[in-house]
């Protein structure tokens, strides 16, 4: 009853008949909510969010100057207890909502969409999510033994928590040299819910869930989207087809697969 109360309390009050309405919890724990007329998202978050949802708040408001699409801060607050974040609501649907069939046709469209975004100039960007600090919440990650498993490659569910670094680690310096040569405004979790897309045109219309954008080595994007590629199209043909068109609007004529494989085994230890 207390938690009801300190949510009516947080939550803006709303005009006329419109109400807030749960959507679901998400991963990082906190609660959110739709505006009954899908104008408008409420993130809930408690004591020990609040600065994860405060830098979501910055980072949105940020991206919102950039016309790149993304969703408008309408309200912000916070309490000791809580703290509250209210977007507006980007149009179209999640990318993993789509079919196959037609999520490989608005590929075109996301893939441009993320290279607009990391055509950003670097030095307008006031957040960083650089590998070192990505090290070191896999690190808090581990050794709170936090670890997602189920977002774990099926030959690391097994791996002893203290030793999932251990195949990295001796690759950080050369991927601290190549971040400092590419170092681009990145999402941080380039992944097929956070990217919107017109059902009827299949044009990107924006992304979504900016709490971990910041200046980093693009091939923090680029491996997520590799590896919801392989997700997402079982077709080998088709998966193939998306990835040419990923890397040609990157301008990069031979990714670098051992650079793709260190992030994506890197990130599903931060988050936790």
């Known amino acids: 009853m207390a938690l009801q109360v300190q949510v009516q309390e947080l939550l803006p009050k709303l005009p006329g008949n419109l109400e807030w309405q749960m959507v679901n919890d998400g991963e990082s724990g906190d609660m959110v909510f739709r505006r009954s007329d899908g104008a408008a998202f409420a993130k809930l978050a408690r004591a020990s969010r609040i600065p994860a949802l405060e830098g979501e708040y910055l980072r949105t408001d940020w991206l919102s100057g950039q016309q790149i699409g993304s969703a408008q801060v309408q309200d912000w607050s916070k309490t000791d207890q ?34 607009q975004l990391h055509q950003l100039p670097s030095e307008s960007c006031p957040f960083e999510r650089r590998l070192l600090q990505v090290v070191a919440t896999a690190e808090d990650v581990i050794s709170r033994n936090a670890v997602n498993r189920d977002f774990l ?14 195949p990295i680690r001796p690759q950080i310096p050369l991927r601290i040299e190549q971040e400092t040569a590419d170092l681009v405004v990145c999402h941080g979790d380039a992944c097929m819910p956070n990217i919107m897309v017109d059902p009827k045109t299949l044009v990107c219309t924006g992304i979504i869930d900016l709490g971990r954008l910041g200046l980093a080595d693009r091939y923090q994007d680029l491996a997520l989207m590799t590896g919801n590629t392989r997700e997402t199209w079982q077709d080998e043909r088709q998966a193939e087809k998306a990835l040419q068109i990923l890397f040609k609007t990157q301008n990069i004529p031979i990714p670098d697969l051992e650079r793709l494989a260190f992030y994506l085994k890197l990130d599903p230890l931060t988050w936790g």
């Open 82 to 115: 809580y703290a509250c974040l209210v977007t507006s609501c980007v149009s179209g649907v999640s990318a993993s909502a789509l079919s196959p069939a037609d999520l490989l046709k608005a590929w075109p469209s996301i893939a441009e969409k993320f290279w």
């Open 153 to 166: 490659d099926d030959a690391d569910k097994d791996t002893p928590a203290e030793k999932l670094l251990d």
